[in-house]
């Protein structure tokens, strides 16, 4: 075995060992395929992780609505098996039956109302250590790093996915979760001459991956199922600077 083979041996074990000690649990493709193709390829053993903690950043409504949206895709997967989510909120913007067209019974979804940032945090958190819920989906503005340390060392013992949408963040800081996302919007995809709404895109940014390869997609959703593309990424510096931070 030459010593560069060695080397590269030597270099993937570590890294595997580094994902442990953070809590990321490497699972089977086959366990949960997600089915984003190329886009699960910026993941570590190009897996979508479960079991941790993902960011949504949006800037505005619109871009939360495309949150909300794109979520409600992964989740026609991640509870495929069984199973159920906890969505929690301070409004009631989300139109629970519209998750239907993404294949996602809403029965076996609790909804979740709540006012105050604090009393989220806590509802997020017992979520979390719930082994019996599959996902727990929460509408949090702002997270410190000591915040996303308990939730993360929560979900290490449940091993349940938690996904954290921040509208319009104070801040951006650093925080444990294994990915940061960026959704956008883009024109829904019309096949033919179909009449209606046609089904929807995104654009799909991944700002920060733990051990990943951060970069940008167009995502959409076809017979029932998300397929990805890689866009080339923009030389934009504030983009760059944006990619940067956390």
């Not at 570590?44 to 949006?58: A, I, K, N, Q, R």
């Not at 995809?189 to 009449?195: A, E, L, S, T, Y």
Request: aromatic share 8%; proline share 4%; charged share 25%.
């Amino acid at each position: 075995m030459s010593a560069s083979v060695e080397k590269s041996m030597l270099i993937a074990d570590l890294q595997h060992q580094i994902l442990q000690w953070q809590g990321f649990k490497q699972i089977e493709k086959k366990d949960y395929d997600v089915g984003l193709g190329e886009l699960e390829k910026a993941f570590p053993g190009h897996v979508f992780p479960v079991g941790t903690l993902h960011e949504f950043m949006s800037e505005n409504n619109e871009e939360d609505a495309a949150s909300s949206g794109f979520i409600a895709a992964l989740l026609s997967f991640l509870i495929q098996k069984g199973g159920v989510g906890l969505w929690i909120s301070s409004s009631s913007q989300l139109f629970a039956p519209s998750i239907k067209l993404f294949g996602v019974d809403p029965d076996r979804i609790i909804f979740v109302q709540m006012e105050k940032h604090k009393d989220i945090l806590w509802a997020l958190e017992e979520g979390l250590k719930c082994e019996g819920i599959r996902v727990v989906i929460a509408e949090v503005q702002d997270i410190d790093f000591v915040q996303s340390r308990r939730l993360q060392l929560a979900v290490e013992k449940s091993k349940v996915t938690g996904f954290v949408l921040r509208l319009k963040p104070r801040f951006l800081g650093t925080t444990i979760c294994a990915a940061r996302w960026h959704i956008r919007s883009l024109p829904s995809h019309v096949q033919g001459d179909m009449p209606g709404v046609g089904f929807p895109e995104w654009e799909v940014e991944l700002l920060k991956v733990r051990n990943g390869s951060p970069s940008r997609w167009q995502v959409g959703w076809r017979q029932n199922q998300l397929q990805a593309k890689r866009l080339t990424l923009s030389s934009d510096p504030i983009y760059h600077a944006k990619r940067k931070v956390g």
